[in-house]
C-alpha cells in the first residue's frame, strides 16, 4: 500500500507529465531499447514507429497516477495488459528495466528532484508487483490445465488454406504430439518467428478461429503488405514448417448463457474471433436469437462466406447480413447490402435489452458501429469489442 504522502506527491506531478505527452513514452522507449537492445525481440517496432503502442503506455501511466487511491478502478485494464504481457512471455526480472527507464526518463524530461523520483519509483513498484503477480497466476492457469504449457511451444503447420484473396488460414498442430489447451471463444495466440532476414524475434498476435479440439489450433492471417509476420505466413510458409506459440490468452472472449441474444459484428479480418464465437454458440446449440452482421471489401475478399452460412444453419434463430464495401459485377447473391454497415433495417432484430454485441475490425469501423449502437440506446457494457494492435477507446 501506498502512503497518502507519496500519494499526493506523485499525483501533484501529472499536469506536467500530461504536459510531455506522449514524448514522455517516446524518449522512456527509445532509451530503454538502446540500452537494452534485446528487448526488441519482445516490442512490435511497428508499434513503436507509429506511436500506438507509446500512446498506450502514456495512457496507462496517466491512468494509474490518476488512481492511486482507487486501484480497483484499473483492473479491467490491467487484466488486458496482463493477458496481453502473458501472450509475450513477459518475465518479472523486465519490470526493474522498464522501472529503471521510466524514472529516468522522468528525471531526464522533468527533473522533479530526489523526492519525487523516490515517490514514483515507490508507485512503480507496486504498479509492477500487480502485474508481476496476476500474469504468474496467469502462467500457472495456463500450465496446469489439460494440454497447457508456460512460455512458447513448437507448433508444426499441418494445413494452409484460401480463405479469400487476402487471408489464409494456418493449422497448427504441436510437434511434441501433446494435447493442446482449451480456450475461450475471442482469445487469440501470440506466433514468435524469426524470419530470415529479420534481426528480431517478432511476435504476433493471431485470434483463434474455431472452438477447442484438444489437438490442434486454426489461425486466419490478412496478408497487411510489406508486414513481416503475415508476409511471411502468406509468402514463404508451408506445410511442415514450425512456429513457436504462447499459450491462448485474452481478455476478450464470449461468455453468455443460452437465453441471450447475441450479435457478431465484423469486418475483413476481423472475422476471425466472431467466427469463433459461432462455432461455440452452435456448439452449445444457442437458444436465443444469433445476429451475423459482416462487413468485406468485395466478394474476393470476403473470407469464411460457406463455412459462417453452415455453421449459422445449425442454430435456432439465425439472421446474417453482409456488405460489400465495393462490390465487382460477379458479386451479385453474395451480398446484401453495399456501401458502409448500417444498422438502421436490424433495429428490431437487435432490440431486445439483454443483447451482446461482440465487433471486431479496423477501429475506423468499430467507432461507426458503435456509434450507431450507443444512438440505438445500446449501453457500453453490452458493446465488447478487440482492437487488432494496441488498445483504443472507441
Ligand atoms: C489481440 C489481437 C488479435 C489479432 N488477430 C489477428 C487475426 O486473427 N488475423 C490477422 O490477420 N491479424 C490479427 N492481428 C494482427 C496481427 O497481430 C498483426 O499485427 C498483423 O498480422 C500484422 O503483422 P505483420 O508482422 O505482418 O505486420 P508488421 O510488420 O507488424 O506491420 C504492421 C503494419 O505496418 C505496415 N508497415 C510495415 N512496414 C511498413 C513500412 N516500412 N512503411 C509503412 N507501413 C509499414 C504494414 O503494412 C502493416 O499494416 C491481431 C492482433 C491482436 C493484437
Ligand atoms: C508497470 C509496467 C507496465 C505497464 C504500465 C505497461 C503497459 C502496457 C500497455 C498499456 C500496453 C498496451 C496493451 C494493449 O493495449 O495491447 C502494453 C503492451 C506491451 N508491453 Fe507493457 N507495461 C508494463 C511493463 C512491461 C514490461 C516489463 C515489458 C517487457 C519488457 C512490457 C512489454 C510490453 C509489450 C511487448 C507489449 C505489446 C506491445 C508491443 O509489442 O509493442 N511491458 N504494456
Known amino acids: ?77 490491467v487484466e488486458k ?20 527507464n521510466l524514472l529516468a526518463t522522468i528525471k531526464e524530461l522533468l527533473n522533479p528532484g530526489d523526492e519525487v523520483l523516490a515517490a514514483w519509483g515507490r508507485a512503480y513498484d507496486v504498479l509492477a508487483d500487480v502485474f508481476i503477480q496476476r500474469e504468474e497466476a496467469i502462467y500457472q492457469e495456463s500450465e496446469q490445465q489439460e494440454g497447457g504449457w508456460r512460455g512458447t511451444r513448437a507448433f508444426r503447420i499441418s494445413a494452409i488454406e484460401e480463405q479469400s484473396a487476402v487471408i489464409k488460414s494456418f493449422t497448427l498442430t504441436p510437434v511434441d504430439g501433446g494435447k493442446v489447451a482449451a480456450f475461450k471463444p475471442g482469445q487469440y495466440i501470440t506466433v ?31 496478408y497487411e503488405p510489406p508486414g513481416v509476420v503475415s508476409g511471411w505466413l502468406h509468402r514463404h510458409a508451408k506445410v511442415g514448417d514450425v512456429l513457436a506459440l504462447t499459450a491462448p490468452h485474452g481478455d476478450i472472449f464470449m461468455d453468455v448463457t443460452s437465453e441471450i441474444p447475441v450479435a457478431l459484428i465484423s469486418a475483413g479480418v476481423g472475422v476471425t474471433p466472431t467466427l469463433a464465437m459461432l462455432h461455440a454458440l452452435a456448439e452449445q446449440a444457442h437458444a436465443a436469437p444469433v ?15 460457406a463455412e459462417v452460412a453452415e455453421t449459422g444453419a445449425l442454430l435456432r434463430d439465425f439472421c446474417k447480413r453482409v456488405w460489400y464495401r465495393m ?16 444498422l438502421a433495417s436490424l433495429s428490431e432484430r ?8 461482440w465487433l471486431c475490425g479496423p477501429v475506423g469501423f468499430m467507432q461507426c458501429v458503435a456509434g450507431q449502437l450507443r444512438e440505438a440506446g445500446v449501453n457500453a457494457s453490452r458493446i465488447h469489442y478487440e482492437v487488432f494492435g494496441p488498445h483504443k477507446g472507441l
Open 1 to 77: 500500500m501506498l502512503d497518502a504522502h507519496t500519494i499526493a506527491t506523485v499525483k501533484s506531478t501529472l499536469p506536467a507529465i500530461a504536459a510531455v505527452g506522449p514524448g514522455l513514452t517516446a524518449h522512456f522507449y527509445d532509451r530503454m531499447l538502446t540500452q537494452h537492445p534485446a528487448l526488441k525481440n519482445v516490442f512490435n517496432m511497428n508499434n513503436q514507429r507509429n506511436g500506438d503502442q507509446r500512446e498506450a503506455l502514456f495512457n496507462a501511466i496517466c491512468a494509474y497516477g490518476a488512481s492511486l487511491d482507487n486501484l480497483a478502478a484499473l483492473l479491467p485494464a
Open 81 to 100: 495488459i496482463a493477458q496481453k504481457h502473458a501472450s509475450l512471455a513477459i518475465t518479472p526480472d523486465q519490470y526493474a528495466i522498464v522501472g529503471e
Open 192 to 222: 514468435h518467428l524469426r524470419p530470415a532476414g529479420s534481426v528480431f524475434q517478432q511476435n504476433r498476435q493471431y485470434s483463434l478461429t474455431h472452438t477447442p479440439d484438444g489437438k490442434t489450433y486454426r489461425i486466419a492471417v490478412k
Open 291 to 305: 445476429t451475423w452482421l459482416h462487413a468485406a471489401e468485395n466478394g474476393a475478399q470476403h473470407a469464411f462466406a
Open 327 to 342: 462490390p465487382d459485377a460477379a458479386d451479385a447473391g453474395r451480398f446484401d447490402a453495399e456501401g458502409v454497415m448500417d
Open 350 to 357: 437487435l432490440r431486445d435489452a439483454r443483447t451482446q454485441f
